[in-house]
């Protein structure tokens, strides 16, 4: 069977969360966003995401990031709760909307050890929307630092 994933870009410029608008999981995905790399633009898709109305609202709002297509990775994020509160991701909709968007997603859906079928689709799953975060970006310090040790290499080269 193919491996269908994408890689996930590098250093993505625009980032895509879809989520519920005012939830802990996006409290904590945009404070670690900002922690790590604040050089990156947030656009949050909100949806509801349990209950009867969140596989249509999910998959309205893939099909609005699809068509928006101007961000450079998806974050599919939702907090802990019972399997019946999960159920929205494992909606055959919600599943094949993530499978067919161009766009690179990640998950962090529930916490361990919850998985959904949107989690098997998603082209990297992480075990909590933090986690996923995490995953999602470099670390900017990281990348000061490299540069700095560059600057110094390059001028030791040069003289």
């Known amino acids: 069977m193919p491996d269908n994933k994408k890689n996930l870009p590098l250093f993505p410029k625009n980032i895509g969360i879809l989520t519920a608008h005012d939830s802990h999981a996006l409290k904590d995905v945009c404070s670690k966003l900002n922690e790590k790399y604040p050089i990156a633009k947030v ?11 969140a596989p249509k609202s999910l ?26 509160d999960l159920m929205a991701f494992n909606d055959e909709g919600v599943v094949r909307e993530i499978s067919n ?45 490299d540069i700095f040790h560059f600057e110094i290499s390059l001028t030791k080269t040069i003289k």
């Open 43 to 53: 656009f949050v898709y909100p949806s509801t995401v349990q209950g009867k109305s």
């Open 101 to 145: 968007l161009r766009i690179p997603t990640i998950t962090g859906i529930g916490h361990k050890p919850d998985i959904t079928l949107a989690d098997y689709v998603a082209d990297s799953v992480q075990e909590t929307p933090t986690a996923a975060a995490v995953k999602s970006v470099p670390d900017i310090n990281i990348l000061k630092q």
């Open 59 to 84: 998959i309205n709002q893939l099909k609005k990031i699809g068509r928006d297509n101007f961000v450079d990775l998806v974050l599919i994020v939702r907090g802990g709760g019972s399997l019946q």
